[in-house]
């Protein structure tokens, strides 16, 4: 059997259910490699996973036999197959956090079982990576360093966000991407204010801070970076904060290994950002992997020991409403003794110069 | 006030609700045309916005006074102020579709009210749409069209799904689209008969069927678009095949109107499949909007009318698994008198050359 899905068995012993529906999307790849749309269920003769006819076929051409899961098709099934499913079974449990109300009152008469929250087992699982996917995700942040070392050298007199975010996006994708982690940020002047913004029709101009956030998918892993450079020129006021805020994520990279409390670490960042009186807008970080985000956040209020081989975005930002912002962001994957960073695009006050414009 | 949030207090009102959570974020989108995360709150005394501090610069620069919205930052939140949104009330609207199963136990602790499933109550709204949001629709499909123009004479041997996928991505990005409406298909050869088929680095050859299925977004709104066309040369066994699909389409597109039942005109489709001893992989069509995938659902099982200045798309298909599919689709205003093509391009058997390699 699959070992992914021989885990969950085990674990769904000793939690004493007799079985588990798998809603997320994500779960299931991460359990069976499957990115179909679908629900994988654990029952207690057998692993079925229950898809449609438009999935049928690549479902069942990625299914090999070692995995001991068989594909239905949910057209071709009555009520008495789904009730046959859990029969004489009591407990099932269930991802409360990606199946709706509305799901839930579904499968409760689907089903005809009672259903237990898992509170994200296999969420908690994919914290600490296996050796494979730390290559993917290393190689998702090579392509990205690449994109934005290619990025800062290319951009030309008058391009916009939009043009600039295209740029990076092409380059990832042609260089070996299968996906977009997440839609491309590039933020310039006052927009880079904003943590979240989306690039605009915003033509680049001298003496212009942007700020990236990019991020690529390699055979469904993610990477996560965010850099800030200076066209042409960089003000005075930005040269603190700049200074600031990579210190931060230094101080927060050499205070991260394996069994570090997170709360305490960031709660040290935090007491920081109110000694200068600077907002926090978000979290300092989070893992990345099959999610861009997922566990552990890093958050003062997350009472967590960190664990070796988990890989973690570190990215704090300062940002000033209606004037600027600066996040600096890098991927690393945790070991015993401390973070090794995945992403080593350059990190050091960068000045780019703009290209002439196309003819 | 905001029209569309003056509409939906009187939705309420004759609900006997006393107000409502919105959490679908297409369905905020709607109402009050953000996009940044966050919840709309319908309360007695105020219309809210809760976002986080991520959002909340952006979130007012788009709010005018007009909106009679406020901007609220959750973490600036405390519990009572929570508590305080709805009291004196008893009865809130939910959307039991769009909130997971720990969303709907945490709202209850948070509100402490008795939450109301509405029933896709704003999505029904969204069904027939105003003037300018078909104009939207009309642009995404335009861009579209062009896009489907363009990359049919612009295949050169040797090019993989995947790059020609870009290259049409590319295309609708950089000629007005603000974003992609779904990963855009390009399934060639036997890959074709997945309905769902995702790009690989399969490469286009002579002989080959490729299929199409792409759309874009204006302004939000989004257009849907599947065409098949033959490499150097096309094969007898598509030519029925391809007749029979382009006729069920136009026999779809003739019996829809103002009024028309969805049902009926399903059923004597699926009695044509059936005749042939053609499977049915996919509904019929779909309502296009905000969402690619939207009400009305094109199925047999929807005993509901159609209304004028409704969006659909129409994309009857045929697929023979490890063989080859066909699909054509093409996204239609519906009228008092009959269905406009909004997506105009070229419908008939289509033969392609390729180019040469690059040098």
Chains 1, 2 share one sequence.
């Not at 940020?185 to 212009?208: C, F, K």
């Not at 989070?286 to 890093?298: A, Q, R």
């Amino acid at each position: 059997m699959n070992i992914k899905v021989k885990w969950l068995r085990n674990q769904l012993m000793s939690l004493k259910l007799d079985g588990m529906i798998v809603s997320n999307p994500v779960n299931v790849k991460y359990l069976t490699g499957l990115e179909e749309e679908g629900i994988l269920i654990i029952a207690p003769k057998e692993n079925i996973f229950i898809t449609d006819s438009r999935y049928i076929e690549s479902v069942n051409r990625k299914l090999t036999i070692d995995d001991e899961i068989i594909a239905y098709d949910t057209k071709k099934m009555t009520k008495y197959d789904y009730e046959g499913i859990f029969m004489i079974c009591e407990n099932i449990g269930f991802e409360e956090r990606y199946i709706t109300y509305e799901q839930y009152q579904n499968y409760l008469q689907t089903y005809q079982v009672n259903l237990v929250e898992t509170e994200g087992l296999i969420e908690n699982q994919r914290i600490v990576k296996e050796e494979q996917e730390i290559a993917c995700i290393q190689k998702a942040c090579e392509i990205t360093d690449s994109a934005f070392e290619y990025i800062i050298k290319h951009i030309r007199k008058g391009m916009t966000e939009k043009e600039i975010a295209f740029e990076i996006e092409k380059f990832m994708l042609l260089n070996g991407a299968d996906k977009l982690a997440f839609e491309t940020i590039v933020a310039s002047g006052t927009n880079s204010s904003m943590p979240h913004a989306v690039p605009t029709n915003r033509r680049i101009i001298t003496g212009d801070i942007i700020q990236f956030d990019m991020g690529c998918q390699y055979k469904g892993y993610a990477s996560d970076l965010s850099r800030v450079v200076f066209v042409e020129d960089m003000a005075d006021e930005y040269e603190a904060v700049y200074d600031f805020v990579l210190e931060q994520q230094e101080k927060i990279q050499k205070a991260l290994k394996d069994g570090s409390n997170i709360k305490s670490v960031i709660k040290n960042r935090e007491a920081d950002y109110q000694l200068k009186n600077f907002p926090i807008m978000h979290a300092f970080g989070h893992g990345v992997g099959l999610d861009i985000h997922e566990l552990p956040f890093l958050k003062s209020n997350q009472d967590c020991t960190l664990r070796e081989n988990s890989v973690i975005a570190i990215e704090p930002g300062v940002y000033f409403p209606g004037s600027f912002g600066i996040r600096i962001e890098d991927t690393y994957q945790v070991t015993k003794n401390g973070c090794i960073n995945l992403t080593k695009c350059v990190k050091d006050k960068t000045i780019i110069h703009l290209l002439e414009e196309r003819a």
